[in-house]
Nanobody, 125 residues
Framework: VQLQASGGGLVQAGDSLRLSCSAS????????MGWFRQAPGKEREFLAAISWSGGSTYYADSVRGRFTISRDNAKNMVYLQMNSLKPEDTAVYYC???????????????????WGQGTLVTVSS
């Protein structure tokens, strides 16, 4: 599956932003999906995961209650709604997927086989 993230940009602290990720090349509904980010000088960090059906989601503590992951299997899209953004949310954001027919747990554990190209989010104070 090929993934392409979009929707990043420059926002102010407290603003909201929605990232999108389009998928192609395979049966999208067979994949659990996730979002990760990497800030300058830091390791890549897991943010959120969603099951193939969208019925299960899981969040890192750092974003739980502020970020929401969702998907539209009819459109081959996964989204990350980010609210109450903080300067420490500044990073390159990646959508990602494990191998086909893996559970949401694979995303949570970082067992990723497919990465999107990343989209930069900059939050100014």
């Amino acid at each position: 599956v090929q993934l392409q993230a979009s929707g990043g940009g420059l926002v102010q602290a407290g603003d909201s932003l929605r990232l999108s990720c389009s998928a192609s090349g395979s049966t999208f509904s067979n994949y659990a999906m996730g979002w990760f980010r990497q800030a300058p000088g830091k390791e890549r960090e897991f943010l959120a995961a969603i099951s193939w059906s969208g019925g299960s989601t899981y969040y890192a503590d750092s974003v739980r209650g502020r970020f929401t992951i969702s998907r539209d299997n009819a459109k081959n899209m996964v989204y990350l709604q980010m609210n109450s953004l903080k300067p420490e949310d500044t990073a390159v954001y990646y959508c990602a997927a494990p191998e086909e027919n893996q559970s949401i747990r694979a995303v949570m554990l970082g067992t990723i086989d497919y990465w999107g190209q990343g989209t930069l989010v900059t939050v100014s104070s």
